[in-house]
Protein backbone atom coordinates (compact mmCIF):
# COMPACT_ATOMS: atom_id res chain seq x y z
CA UNK A 1 0.00 0.00 0.00
CA UNK A 2 0.76 3.72 -0.36
CA UNK A 3 1.14 4.43 3.38
CA UNK A 4 3.88 1.50 3.74
CA UNK A 5 5.86 4.22 1.61
CA UNK A 6 5.42 7.12 3.82
CA UNK A 7 8.26 7.61 6.31
CA UNK A 8 6.72 7.21 9.75
CA UNK A 9 8.32 10.62 11.28
CA UNK A 10 6.86 12.64 8.37
CA UNK A 11 4.63 15.05 9.87
CA UNK A 12 0.85 15.19 9.42
CA UNK A 13 0.16 17.93 6.44
CA UNK A 14 -3.47 18.55 8.94
CA UNK A 15 -1.42 19.05 12.15
CA UNK A 16 1.59 21.26 10.79
CA UNK A 17 0.30 24.72 11.78
CA UNK A 18 -1.52 23.67 15.18
CA UNK A 19 0.83 21.01 16.30
CA UNK A 20 3.92 23.56 15.90
CA UNK A 21 2.52 25.49 18.64
CA UNK A 22 0.82 22.69 20.67
CA UNK A 23 1.98 21.12 23.82
CA UNK A 24 3.25 17.75 23.59
CA UNK A 25 0.56 16.61 26.15
CA UNK A 26 -2.03 18.26 23.73
CA UNK A 27 -0.46 16.81 20.76
CA UNK A 28 -0.74 13.79 22.42
CA UNK A 29 -4.68 13.99 23.26
CA UNK A 30 -5.19 14.81 19.76
CA UNK A 31 -3.49 12.13 18.07
CA UNK A 32 -5.24 9.45 20.56
CA UNK A 33 -9.32 10.72 19.68
CA UNK A 34 -7.76 10.86 15.87
CA UNK A 35 -6.89 7.30 16.48
CA UNK A 36 -9.83 6.23 18.68
CA UNK A 37 -12.69 7.64 16.16
CA UNK A 38 -10.83 6.47 12.72
CA UNK A 39 -10.33 2.75 14.66
CA UNK A 40 -14.22 3.56 14.30
CA UNK A 41 -14.01 3.33 11.07
CA UNK A 42 -14.23 7.50 10.81
CA UNK A 43 -12.09 9.30 8.14
CA UNK A 44 -9.18 10.40 9.59
CA UNK A 45 -9.21 13.51 7.37
CA UNK A 46 -12.46 14.91 8.20
CA UNK A 47 -11.53 13.15 12.26
CA UNK A 48 -8.52 15.47 12.22
CA UNK A 49 -10.54 18.38 11.06
CA UNK A 50 -13.37 17.84 13.58
CA UNK A 51 -11.07 17.38 16.70
CA UNK A 52 -8.48 20.10 15.92
CA UNK A 53 -11.42 22.74 15.54
CA UNK A 54 -13.16 21.22 18.69
CA UNK A 55 -10.00 21.32 20.50
CA UNK A 56 -9.39 25.21 19.77
CA UNK A 57 -13.00 26.47 20.24
CA UNK A 58 -12.49 25.16 23.74
CA UNK A 59 -9.36 26.78 24.54
CA UNK A 60 -7.23 23.49 24.69
CA UNK A 61 -8.83 22.45 27.90
CA UNK A 62 -10.48 19.50 27.54
CA UNK A 63 -10.10 15.71 28.66
CA UNK A 64 -9.64 12.80 26.11
CA UNK A 65 -13.11 11.57 26.60
CA UNK A 66 -14.93 14.80 26.26
CA UNK A 67 -13.02 15.79 23.31
CA UNK A 68 -13.72 12.29 21.39
CA UNK A 69 -17.66 12.56 22.95
CA UNK A 70 -17.66 16.06 21.09
CA UNK A 71 -16.60 15.14 18.29
CA UNK A 72 -18.69 11.61 17.83
CA UNK A 73 -21.43 14.27 17.86
CA UNK A 74 -20.29 16.35 15.37
CA UNK A 75 -19.58 13.39 12.90
CA UNK A 76 -22.83 12.23 13.66
CA UNK A 77 -24.26 15.42 12.60
CA UNK A 78 -22.81 15.52 9.62
CA UNK A 79 -24.02 12.18 8.53
CA UNK A 80 -27.37 12.60 9.27
Not at 4 to 24: C, G, M, V, Y
Not at 26 to 44: F, Q
Not at 45 to 61: A, G, L, P, R
Amino acid sequence: ELKDKIPNNQNDPLFSNFISSAHHSNKKIIEDAVSALTNLGYNKINCTKIIVSIFEENHQDLELSELISKSLKKLGNKYE
